[in-house]
């Protein structure tokens, strides 16, 4: 008798703005259509922060091809720093408030098409980076979009309206970054390492990003008057931004960012502190497997 592949999917019952019988839903969808291609289905909940990158890790001990997980970018990346390097490929059913890996490698945002392009897909190569010993799959950064990040995992409802306003309360509270960035004395708005090109929600900072070209795009946000915050905006959703006169961006493989004090960061949105108040940025290539 011949022996089924088996596939896990890691399910966060907390990410998202799906409801629990949704989630429920889609747990017995997966179950019943990885059964009829020939799968040997596996179903594990998160419990703790953490738990997604344990469980994938155990996935890949004992040879397991195929993790999804069904979950926001939080659930994604932890389950994708256990892949880096395997032979396990991710797959994505996103369910999260800003779904930016997900957007930008074009999975569907529709849960249940998802799960079939993960069950059906063949692996493809990206790359991953790390700031510090925080890995990221999609962009990294400091400045306002961390500032923004510490902001909005305070507030108790999640998805893009109560990003927007928290977006908006910290610019008028918000006070430019100075810092040393590879040597040069800088004074940002913000400072994004893209791997892919967005963060979330079709906000493009580096509309040019190829997540698989060995770099990661080095974005930078000069001060702006308040009377540009518009426009940049506006570029922002419209895949423009790079045509803005305050946009600067290089291909990177590396880089150093140092400032006076602890910084903020992010990586994939989730909230960071560096005490020393030093980050080392650089790129992976070729590092992770995705169900495409």
């Known amino acids: 008798m011949t022996t089924r592949s088996a596939v896990l999917a890691i399910i966060n019952p907390l990410s998202g703005t799906t409801s629990a019988e949704q989630k429920a839903l889609l747990q017995d969808a997966f179950m019943r259509r990885a059964d009829s291609l020939g799968f040997a289905p596996e179903v ?19 040879g397991v091809n195929r993790v999804l997980v069904i979950g926001g970018d939080g659930t994604i990346n932890e389950t994708a720093q256990a892949l880096r390097r395997s032979a396990t490929a991710l797959g994505i059913i996103p369910i999260g408030s800003g779904n930016g890996l997900a957007r930008h490698l074009g999975i ?33 950064g400091l400045g306002f979009e961390a500032y923004v ?43 994004t390492f893209a791997n892919a090109g967005q963060f979330g929600n079709n906000a493009w900072m580096a509309p040019t990003a190829n997540i698989a070209d060995g770099q990661l795009e080095q974005c930078e946000i000069s001060p702006f008057p308040a009377q540009a915050s518009g426009m940049l905006t506006w570029r922002l959703f419209n895949k423009t931004l790079d045509h803005s006169s305050y946009w600067r961006g290089q291909s990177i493989k590396k880089a150093v960012v140092e400032a006076s004090q602890p910084l903020l960061i992010h990586a994939d949105g989730e909230p960071l502190i ?19």
């Open 274 to 292: 560096l005490p020393t108040g030093r980050a080392e940025v650089r790129v992976l290539p070729g590092s992770l497997l995705v169900l495409l």
């Open 44 to 62: 594990v909940l998160t419990t703790h922060p953490g738990h997604a990158t344990a469980l994938a890790a155990e996935a890949v001990g004992r």
């Open 149 to 191: 990040a510490h902001a909005f995992a305070k507030q108790p409802v999640r998805g893009l309206p109560t990003y927007i306003r928290t977006a908006f309360r910290a610019f008028w509270q918000y006070k430019p970054l100075a810092l040393v960035l590879d040597g040069q004395e800088r004074n940002l708005f913000s400072l």
């Open 108 to 140: 569907p945002l529709n849960p249940m098409k998802a799960i079939e392009r993960a069950l059906s897909g063949r692996p493809v190569v990206i790359d991953s980076g790390e700031i510090n010993e925080h890995p990221f799959f999609c962009t990294a």
